[in-house]
C-alpha cells in the first residue's frame, strides 16, 4: 500500500479542520496568483489559470477568495513567487520532494533544511533522488462519474498511461506534456475532473516499519504546515497493519 495519501488522510483527521483548511485555501491562492501572473487573468485564456481555479474549487474554496487571489495578481503589490524545487532523504532512506512558491529563497531554504534535519533525514542535491520518480500528469475523478470500466475505457481512448480505481475515486495518470489533452478528452466523456495537476510518481517504493513511518508522518507533516511548501512527495509504503495502528 503507497503510503502517502493514507499519510495526508491521517494528518487531516488527527489535526485542527479548520486550521488545515485555512492553510490550504492560503497555498491554493498563491498557486492561482501564480498562474494568473503567467499570462491572462482569465480561465478561458489561461490554461494554467484555469486548472489552479478548478483545484481550488475541487476543494471547496469560496468563489471570493478565487476572486481575490486572481486579482492580487494584476495589482502593483503583488509579490514575486519562485517556484523551487528540493529533494532529499527521509528515515529509513526513503526519497522525498518538496515543491515550494517563495518570495525568499533563503527562508524556505532553510526552514526546509531544518525540518529534514529535526527527522533524522537530509536535504540533498537537486537531482539527488528525482531520478527514482517519473514527472507525470494526475486526473482525480470522484466515485460517482462511473464504474472502473467506464473509466478506464475513457482513460484509453484520451491517451492516458493508467488508471487507479478504489472506493475513494478514481486516479488516472498521463505524461507530463499529455495533461490538458488528456484532461479535456476525458471531460468531454466523464464531466470535469476533481483535480488536474502535475505530480512526481515513485517509480518504485520503500516498505517502512511503524516507528520509521511515524517519523515520516511527522517530517511529511511539518514540510507541509510551511507557508511557502505546496507539495510533498515520497516513495514509502506501509502495511495494512501498520497503517491501521496509524490511523487509531
Same mark, same amino acid.
Given at each position: 500500500?503507497?503510503?502517502?495519501?493514507?499519510?495526508?488522510?491521517?494528518?487531516?483527521?488527527?489535526?485542527?479542520?479548520?486550521?488545515?483548511?485555512?492553510?490550504?485555501?492560503?497555498?491554493?491562492?498563491?498557486?492561482?496568483?501564480?498562474?494568473?501572473?503567467?499570462?491572462?487573468?482569465?480561465?478561458?485564456?489561461?490554461?494554467?489559470?484555469?486548472?489552479?481555479?478548478?483545484?481550488?474549487?475541487?476543494?471547496?474554496?469560496?468563489?471570493?477568495?478565487?476572486?481575490?487571489?486572481?486579482?492580487?495578481?494584476?495589482?502593483?503589490?503583488?509579490?514575486?513567487?519562485?517556484?523551487?524545487?528540493?529533494?532529499?532523504?527521509?528515515?529509513?532512506?526513503? $526519497? @522525498?520532494?518538496? =515543491? #515550494?512558491? /517563495?518570495?525568499?529563497?533563503?527562508?524556505? *531554504?532553510? !526552514?526546509?533544511?531544518?525540518?529534514?534535519?529535526?527527522?533524522?533525514?537530509?536535504?540533498?542535491?537537486?537531482?539527488?533522488?528525482?531520478?527514482?520518480?517519473?514527472?507525470?500528469?494526475?486526473?482525480?475523478?470522484?466515485?460517482?462519474?462511473?464504474?472502473?470500466?467506464?473509466?478506464?475505457?475513457?482513460?484509453?481512448?484520451?491517451?492516458?498511461?493508467?488508471?487507479?480505481?478504489?472506493?475513494?475515486?478514481?486516479?488516472?495518470?498521463?505524461?507530463?506534456?499529455?495533461?490538458?489533452?488528456?484532461?479535456?478528452?476525458?471531460? $468531454? @466523456?466523464?464531466? =470535469? #475532473?476533481? /483535480?488536474?495537476?502535475?505530480?512526481?510518481? *515513485?517509480? !518504485?517504493?520503500?516498505?517502512?516499519?511503524?516507528?520509521?513511518?511515524?517519523?515520516?508522518?511527522?517530517?511529511?507533516?511539518?514540510?507541509?504546515?510551511?507557508?511557502?511548501?505546496?507539495?510533498?512527495?515520497?516513495?514509502?509504503?506501509?502495511?495494512?497493519?501498520?497503517?491501521?495502528?496509524?490511523?487509531?
Amino acid at each position: 500500500m503507497a503510503g502517502h495519501s493514507q499519510f495526508k488522510n491521517i494528518m487531516h483527521r488527527k489535526g485542527k479542520q479548520d486550521g488545515i483548511r485555512s492553510k490550504m485555501f492560503s497555498k491554493l491562492a498563491r498557486e492561482i496568483t501564480v498562474a494568473a501572473k503567467t499570462g491572462l487573468p482569465d480561465i478561458t485564456m489561461n490554461a494554467a489559470l484555469r486548472l489552479a481555479v478548478q483545484n481550488a474549487k475541487a476543494q471547496s474554496m469560496p468563489k471570493d477568495n478565487i476572486d481575490r487571489a486572481i486579482k492580487k495578481a494584476s495589482g502593483a503589490d503583488a509579490e514575486t513567487y519562485d517556484a523551487v524545487r528540493y529533494e532529499g532523504y527521509g528515515p529509513g532512506g526513503t $526519497a @522525498v520532494i518538496v =515543491e #515550494a512558491l /517563495t518570495d525568499n529563497r533563503n527562508r524556505t *531554504a532553510s !526552514n526546509v533544511r531544518s525540518i529534514f534535519t529535526k527527522a533524522g533525514g537530509a536535504l540533498g542535491e537537486t537531482g539527488s533522488v528525482s531520478f527514482s520518480f517519473d514527472h507525470v500528469g494526475e486526473i482525480t475523478y470522484k466515485v460517482s462519474v462511473g464504474d472502473a470500466d467506464k473509466v478506464m475505457e475513457a482513460a484509453i481512448e484520451a491517451g492516458a498511461d493508467d488508471v487507479v480505481s478504489d472506493e475513494e475515486g478514481h486516479t488516472i495518470y498521463c505524461g507530463f506534456e499529455d495533461m490538458n489533452e488528456v484532461s479535456k478528452a476525458l471531460e $468531454a @466523456v466523464l464531466g =470535469e #475532473a476533481d /483535480t488536474v495537476k502535475a505530480i512526481w510518481k *515513485a517509480q !518504485n517504493t520503500i516498505e517502512v516499519d511503524e516507528e520509521k513511518a511515524q517519523s515520516l508522518m511527522k517530517l511529511i507533516g511539518n514540510l507541509e504546515d510551511d507557508d511557502d511548501v505546496q507539495n510533498v512527495y515520497s516513495n514509502f509504503e506501509v502495511s495494512d497493519e501498520v497503517m491501521a495502528k496509524l490511523s487509531a
